[in-house]
């Protein structure tokens, strides 16, 4: 199966802005979704598709990409973003109907 | 409201099998495809398996292909999880979550709503 990467730990000020990357040969051809996950509770999606926000997820979460690599933009981190951000993608490698995850990118807000 | 409650989860030789359940509500069931993703403690998430809104489409990881098998029952709202041939590495929080859009065919990668999750461990 094909693989996502993501750096383990990214840290940002408080209401400064960050990028979290995912990059993987899958997202040539497919978009990522990116999921938000606190201690203890479940995943959460924040962005899918080209940069599409479901709804009750603040417009300071954005998503892009380009070639290989997918990014999550968060402008203004507030202190309620600190958690961990998953990217996933179709496998573009053998089935590509099955699904793929990133490693997760811990996101600490200073 | 969606509602996904999964069950079924405990404590279990290696070797022996169990099955997860996820009971859901507050959307129309049978019209979107199902996906079970775990995550063994302290570690990230992975795809288990897929099933799409008529069954007719079901895809599972390497990891466990062969030995887990996903079923739904749209009359019971209900998807479900056999898991047999397990193994200390199947330990994990296993989550049922809904693709995030309705899908003619297969499934979509995209989960818009995942349940608290059910823990499976394999120990003796």
């Known amino acids: 199966s094909s693989e996502l990467t993501q750096d383990p730990a990214v840290s940002v000020a408080l209401g400064q802005t960050v990028r979290i990357t995912c990059q993987g040969d899958?997202?040539?051809?497919?978009?990522a979704s990116w999921y938000q996950q606190k201690p203890g509770q479940a995943p959460v999606l924040v962005i899918y598709?080209?940069?599409n926000r479901p709804s009750g997820i603040p417009d300071r979460f954005s998503g892009s990409s380009s070639g290989n690599t997918a990014s999550l933009t968060i402008t203004g981190a507030q202190a309620e973003d600190e958690a961990d951000y998953y990217c996933?993608?179709?496998?573009?490698?053998?089935?590509?109907?099955?699904?793929?995850f990133g490693g997760g990118t811990k996101l600490t807000v200073l | 409201e969606v509602q996904l409650v999964e069950s079924g989860g405990g404590l279990v030789q290696p070797g022996r099998s169990l099955r997860l359940s996820c009971a859901a509500s507050?959307?129309?069931?049978?019209?979107?495809?199902m996906h079970w993703v775990r995550q063994a403690p302290g570690k990230g998430l992975e795809w288990v398996s897929g099933?799409?809104?008529?069954?007719?489409?079901?895809g599972y990881a390497d990891s466990v292909k062969g030995r887990f098998t996903i079923s739904r029952d749209n009359a019971k709202n209900s998807l479900y999880l056999q898991m047999n041939s397990l193994r200390a590495e199947d330990t994990a929080l296993y989550y049922c979550?809904?693709?995030?859009?309705?899908?003619?065919?297969?499934?979509?990668?995209?989960?818009?709503?995942w349940g608290q999750g059910t823990l499976v461990t394999v120990s003796s």
């Open positions: 099933i799409s809104w008529n069954s007719g489409s079901i």
């Open positions: 979550a809904k693709d995030h859009a309705k899908t003619s065919s297969s499934w979509s990668p995209t989960l818009g709503y």
């Open positions: 507050g959307f129309t069931f049978d019209d979107y495809a």
């Open positions: 598709g080209k940069n």
């Open positions: 996933n993608s179709r496998d573009s490698s053998g089935n590509h109907q099955n699904v793929v």
């Open positions: 899958s997202l040539r051809s497919y978009y």
